[in-house]
């Protein structure tokens, strides 16, 4: 099986079990940490060159919505985890039920991944769809880089704002790469409890 990886704690967790089950599997992977892990665990790291069909997308959320609408990005990997998963056949949504909400943005901010370039231009330009944006920081206080180089602009979500409107809205505004809405995206979703079960979530 070839699958593709996304970033963040619970994927981390998915390849210390598939590592587990000494099992062949091959992997497209989202972030640069998630392939540290993979090769450390026996993981075969596959490019996605054009040739390659990905089985199956493993990712975690920020957020999930009752339609399994998802923000992602905490992690800053995004625009790779998006790529990822649009080349496989079905993705699965592996996350804690903590992240699910009724509305996308009750709990996290939605990060927008902008070109260093003019960001504050691009900034003033989001602020019409949202209005809310701070530029991310890395621990050290330097503005955090993407590992694509970009940077990031985490926004609060207005209340009553449509996802869908807004995905179609920040594809228009130069300046910005990718955002954080992953919409019709997820076939499902694994969401851990603190009991150790597993409540499972079905798109419509």
């Known amino acids: 099986m070839t699958i593709g990886l996304g970033s963040g704690r619970a994927v981390w967790k998915v390849v210390e079990q598939l590592a587990a089950r000494g099992e062949p599997v ?5 972030s640069n940490r998630t392939a540290e892990l993979a090769r450390a665990s026996g993981i075969e790291i ?12 493993l990712d975690g959320a920020d957020e ?3 339609s399994l609408g998802l923000i992602k990005g905490g992690g800053g990997a995004l ?5 990822v998963i649009s080349a496989a056949r079905r993705f699965v949504v592996v996350a804690e039920t903590a992240k699910r909400v009724e ?4 709990q996290f901010r939605l990060p927008v991944e902008v070109v260093r370039f003019a960001w504050r231009d691009t900034r003033r330009r989001l602020a019409a769809l949202l209005p ?6 890395s621990e050290q206080g330097d503005p955090y880089l993407t590992d694509e180089g ?3 602009l985490d926004c609060a979500l207005p209340a009553g704002s449509h996802p869908a409107e807004l995905d179609l809205a920040l594809r228009r505004v130069p300046g910005v790469v990718e955002h954080g809405l992953f919409l019709g995206m997820a076939e499902r979703a694994l969401l851990g409890r603190p009991d150790g079960g597993v409540d499972e979530l079905r798109g419509g």
């Open 79 to 83: 625009l790779r985890e998006k790529i």
């Open 132 to 137: 809310d944006a701070e530029l991310r920081a």
């Open 150 to 152: 970009h940077l990031l």
């Open 26 to 30: 091959r992997a497209a992977v989202a």
């Open 64 to 66: 999930v919505d009752p």
């Open 46 to 57: 596959v490019e996605l060159n054009g040739d390659v069909e990905l089985d199956l997308a």
């Open 103 to 106: 509305r996308l943005g009750e």
